[in-house]
């Protein structure tokens, strides 16, 4: 399986990445992405199975990224890993087709609870 990881900071995809690993989610192909409008170009690219995208990011933001998506007809299951989770930022996720907004900070558990439906 091929993930995406979506996030302006170096530091946070590593954390994602390992944070993947640690919940048990080995030997997956994990490609990485700086912001919304590089990510876009790498899930035409890679075709992921699955993309965890932060929700703050310069140039393309990552509720403007799930959006982009949707507008070319691209399904691939997402869901935001990020700072915030307010009820209005849960709501536009959803409305915009997330499966699911893990919040930082998260643990493996965390991890393994929202990848276990989409991730073997």
């Given at each position: 399986m091929k993930i995406l990881v979506?996030?302006?900071?170096?530091?946070?995809?590593r954390i994602v990445s390992r944070t993947i690993r640690?919940?048990?989610?080995?030997?997956?192909?994990i490609v990485e992405a700086e912001n919304g409008q590089e990510a876009l170009e790498v899930a035409k690219a890679?075709?992921?199975?699955?993309?965890?995208?932060?929700?703050?990011m310069p140039?393309?933001?990552?509720i403007e990224f799930l959006t982009a998506l949707n507008a070319e007809g691209i399904e691939i299951p997402?869901?935001?890993v990020?700072?915030?989770?307010?009820?209005?930022?849960v709501d536009q996720a959803t409305e915009g087709g997330a499966m699911f907004l893990?919040?930082?900070p998260f643990?493996?558990?965390?991890?393994?609870?929202?990848?276990?439906?989409?991730v073997s």
């Open positions: 979506v996030d302006d900071s170096r530091a946070m995809r640690q919940a048990g989610f080995t030997g997956h192909d890679e075709k992921p199975d699955l993309i965890l995208s932060d929700w703050h140039i393309m933001t990552g997402f869901g935001f990020t700072s915030e989770s307010t009820k209005e930022m893990l919040a930082k643990t493996a558990d965390d991890m393994a609870q929202v990848l276990g439906a989409f």
